[in-house]
């Protein structure tokens, strides 16, 4: 079984979620934008042995934390989609710009696409690319626990900025309403900042996406 425990992470509140199989006690770490020794911390104190690293896209607040986690820890990285090549090769730049820690430079061992599978011990989870926010962006999907992680794409009661450099609003809603939605309503998700919601209560009342 999946389980999950949600660390909020630098002055963004950015929900890093820190996933492990209940079975073999081997966990990944979702988005550590920063704010590492802490992560690493709950990683040890909960038990865990930490084998992953999961990114959604290469946003400093997701991806800040990387480059030192994988320089510490020798954990390969998975995701995000290579459209988010771009924004990865920014972090420092991004860094600059918001006023973070200098981000330690990395690459994803692995790239993501649409339909692939990503494993936290025995568990496995969907991989769906869902551009909108960033062209890369991608979704973490867990049938057995009805469990999204879904970065930046989706919020209660909102949707994620697309005024970036390749963000676009109708690929996001597309991204929300195809890909997201049909998952059932019942799926609870992590959105990258704020509380929990599902895909249920987004269709009733989000404003940007919800059934007309």
Same mark, same amino acid.
């Given at each position: 079984?999946?389980?999950?425990?949600?660390?909020?992470?630098?002055?963004?509140?950015?929900?890093?979620?820190?996933?492990?199989?209940?079975?073999?006690?081997?966990?990944?770490?979702?988005?550590?934008?920063?704010?590492?020794?802490?992560?690493?911390?709950?990683?040890?104190?909960?038990?865990?042995?930490?084998?992953?690293?999961?990114?959604?896209?290469?946003?400093?607040?997701?991806?800040?934390?990387?480059?030192?986690?994988?320089?510490?820890?020798?954990?390969?990285?998975?995701?995000?989609?290579?459209?988010?090549?771009?924004?990865?090769?920014?972090?420092?730049?991004?860094?600059?710009? +918001? @006023?973070?820690?200098? /981000?330690?430079?990395?690459?994803?061992?692995?790239? $993501?696409? %649409?339909?692939? &599978?990503?494993?936290? *011990?025995?568990a496995s989870?969907?991989?769906?690319?869902?551009?909108?926010?960033?062209?890369?962006?991608?979704?973490?999907?867990?049938?057995?626990?009805?469990?999204?992680?879904?970065?930046?794409?989706?919020?209660?009661?909102?949707?994620?900025?697309t005024d970036?450099?390749?963000?676009? +609003? @109708?690929?996001?809603? /597309?991204?929300?309403?195809?890909?997201?939605?049909? $998952?059932? %309503?019942?799926? &609870?998700?992590?959105? *990258?900042?704020?509380?929990?919601?599902?895909f249920g209560?987004?269709?009733?009342?989000?404003?940007?996406?919800?059934?007309?």
């Open positions: 079984m999946l389980q999950h425990r949600i660390i909020p992470v630098t002055p963004f509140q950015q929900n890093c979620s820190l996933v492990w199989c209940e079975e073999t006690g081997r966990a990944a770490l979702v988005d550590p934008g920063g704010e590492v020794d802490r992560l690493l911390a709950a990683v040890e104190e909960a038990g865990l042995s930490l084998e992953k690293i999961l990114l959604t896209h290469g946003h400093i607040d997701h991806a800040g934390g990387v480059g030192e986690i994988v320089r510490r820890c020798g954990v390969p990285v998975e995701g995000p989609h290579q459209d988010e090549l771009f924004w990865i090769e920014a972090l420092a730049e991004q860094s600059r710009m +918001f @006023g973070f820690p200098r /981000a330690e430079p990395f690459l994803p061992d692995r790239w $993501l696409d %649409d339909g692939d &599978r990503v494993e936290v *011990g025995q989870l969907q991989v769906l690319h869902t551009p909108g926010h960033t062209p890369g962006h991608v979704v973490f999907f867990h049938q057995e626990t009805r469990l999204a992680l879904v970065g930046d794409v989706l919020f209660a009661g909102s949707v994620g900025r970036f450099p390749r963000g676009d +609003f @109708g690929a996001l809603v /597309a991204s929300i309403r195809g890909k997201l939605f049909p $998952l059932g %309503d019942d799926v &609870r998700f992590v959105p *990258g900042h704020g509380p929990m919601s599902s209560e987004e269709r009733r009342s989000n404003r940007f996406v919800a059934d007309r």
